[in-house]
């Protein structure tokens, strides 16, 4: 049997001239904890306002086990979306707040205890059950606006920036809260948010998306370790961007010679960018002897993160910014400053080349 939950096949949606959504195809697998993620309006939210139905595809289908639910209105789809601002029913207890959904359901009382009582204590909540809203803090609120959703037992869930409301500490626990509740709870999670320390903490995979179109579904690690383009590789995490040329088994940097590289798939002549993270750059006053790639560079900020520091170098033809990371104990050991002249190395197998 097919793992696949739901799928998009070549779903756009367009607004006027506005392609919000453009020839999206995904699949959702069950019980996975999947991420939507991109810049401010990318097309997160109306893909997801398409999947849950408040919104008509201007093409392509929507397929859950196998079925086309493309005009099927969003009440008769068992997919469940929480709302940014949680819209939770001000004059009502936490308890009356999420057996509401049954109640409309007209599930017996009985059924109403004990599936409210169930979720109300997988959310923690059961301290707090016959409290207002307003009373609440916005951890609090958040997870009553969970399990409101979680309560009817969706088939997937959909959270559109479930976390945006909450201060970066509490965000931080709810992140491992969220896919803690997914991983009991064995449902389908459709997470989006623009945060990418968000979805590469929570997601099994993530559909990075830029103008309505995926630019690369990958699992976190893969979205690291290999971006498929330089908006991928700009946009999950800080990477180098150097820009070169291909020549027979390397790059050739301008003002910096020759640079060994992996340029299997690519042509000699091509214009390039090599990429490699700040965290995988060595810094030395000698070049190493067995250095594979190396350019000489020199210090002009130095800044403080705690555990680690940001050196900025600019290369010593001029033209070409760095950054590495160095965590407190190098530094301890090098005293990096300001004007200073440096070797900035790394194995060529840390670096990819993307076209431009
Ligand atoms: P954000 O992170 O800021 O919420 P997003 O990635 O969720 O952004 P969307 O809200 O899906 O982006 O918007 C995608 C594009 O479609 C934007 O250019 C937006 O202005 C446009 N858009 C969305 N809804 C409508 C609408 N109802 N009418 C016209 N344009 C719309």
């Given at each position: 049997?097919?793992?696949?939950?739901?799928?998009?096949?070549?779903?756009?949606?367009?607004?006027?001239?506005?392609?919000?959504?453009?020839?999206v195809s995904v699949?959702?697998?069950?019980?996975?904890?999947f991420a939507l993620l991109g810049?401010?309006?990318c097309?997160?939210?109306?893909?997801?306002?398409?999947?849950?139905?408040?919104?008509?595809?201007?093409?392509?289908?929507?397929?859950?086990?196998?079925?086309?639910?493309?005009?099927?209105?969003?009440?008769?789809?068992?997919?469940?979306?929480?709302?940014?601002?949680?819209?939770?029913?001000?004059?009502?207890?936490?308890?009356?707040?999420?057996?509401?959904?049954?109640?409309?359901?007209?599930?017996?009382?009985?059924?109403?205890?004990?599936?409210?009582?169930?979720?109300?204590?997988?959310?923690?909540?059961?301290?707090?059950?016959?409290?207002?809203?307003?009373?609440?803090?916005?951890?609090?609120?958040?997870?009553?606006?969970?399990?409101?959703?979680?309560?009817?037992?969706?088939?997937?869930?959909?959270?559109?920036?479930?976390?945006?409301?909450?201060?970066?500490?509490?965000?931080?626990?709810?992140?491992?809260?969220?896919?803690?509740?997914?991983?009991?709870?064995?449902?389908?999670?459709?997470?989006?948010?623009?945060?990418q320390?968000?979805a590469l903490?929570?997601a099994?995979r993530v559909a990075v998306m830029n103008r309505?179109r995926v630019e690369q579904l990958a699992t976190p690690h893969v979205l690291y370790e290999r971006p498929r383009n330089r908006f991928v590789a700009g946009f999950i995490g800080?990477m180098?961007?150097?820009?070169?040329?291909?020549?027979?088994?390397?790059?050739?940097?301008?003002?910096?010679?020759?640079?060994?590289?992996?340029?299997?798939?690519?042509?000699?002549?091509?214009?390039?960018?090599?990429t490699?993270?700040?965290?995988?750059?060595?810094?030395?006053?000698?070049?190493?002897?067995?250095?594979?790639?190396?350019?000489?560079?020199?210090?002009?900020?130095?800044?403080?993160?705690?555990?680690?520091?940001?050196?900025?170098?600019?290369?010593?033809?001029?033209?070409?910014?760095?950054?590495?990371?160095?965590?407190?104990?190098?530094?301890?050991?090098?005293?990096?400053?300001?004007?200073?002249?440096?070797?900035?190395?790394?194995?060529?197998?840390?670096?990819s080349?993307l076209?431009?």
């Open positions: 049997m097919s793992n696949i939950l739901l799928q998009a096949l070549g779903l756009s949606k367009h607004f006027n001239r506005v392609r919000a959504v453009d020839n699949d959702f697998a069950n019980q996975e904890f810049p401010s309006g097309g997160k939210t109306t893909l997801l306002r398409l999947l849950a139905g408040f919104e008509s595809p201007s093409a392509g289908q929507i397929l859950l086990d196998n079925k086309d639910i493309t005009n099927l209105c969003p009440a008769h789809r068992p997919l469940n979306l929480m709302f940014q601002t949680y819209a939770l029913f001000p004059h009502m207890s936490v308890w009356q707040n999420i057996a509401y959904g049954l109640e409309m359901e007209n599930c017996t009382k009985m059924e109403i205890r004990e599936r409210v009582g169930q979720i109300v204590d997988m959310t923690q909540l059961t301290d707090y059950a016959q409290r207002k809203p307003a009373s609440l803090s916005g951890g609090q609120r958040q997870r009553v606006a969970l399990a409101r959703a979680l309560v009817k037992r969706p088939r997937m869930l959909l959270l559109d920036e479930p976390l945006a409301a909450l201060d970066k500490q509490l965000r931080t626990q709810m992140q491992l809260e969220l896919k803690r509740m997914q991983h009991e709870i064995g449902i389908t999670f459709l997470v989006v948010t623009h945060d320390e968000e903490v929570m099994d309505g800080a180098n961007f150097i820009p070169g040329r291909v020549v027979e088994h390397g790059i050739e940097i301008a003002g910096n010679g020759f640079i060994s590289a992996r340029t299997d798939d690519l042509t000699i002549g091509d214009d390039v960018w090599l490699v993270r700040p965290e995988r750059i060595l810094l030395t006053v000698e070049r190493p002897a067995q250095a594979e790639a190396a350019i000489e560079a020199a210090v002009f900020d130095i800044a403080y993160l705690g555990q680690d520091l940001k050196v900025h170098l600019k290369s010593k033809a001029g033209s070409i910014d760095i950054e590495v990371r160095v965590t407190s104990t190098e530094a301890e050991r090098n005293r990096f400053f300001p004007g200073q002249t440096l070797w900035c190395s790394w194995p060529a197998n840390q670096a080349v076209t431009c």
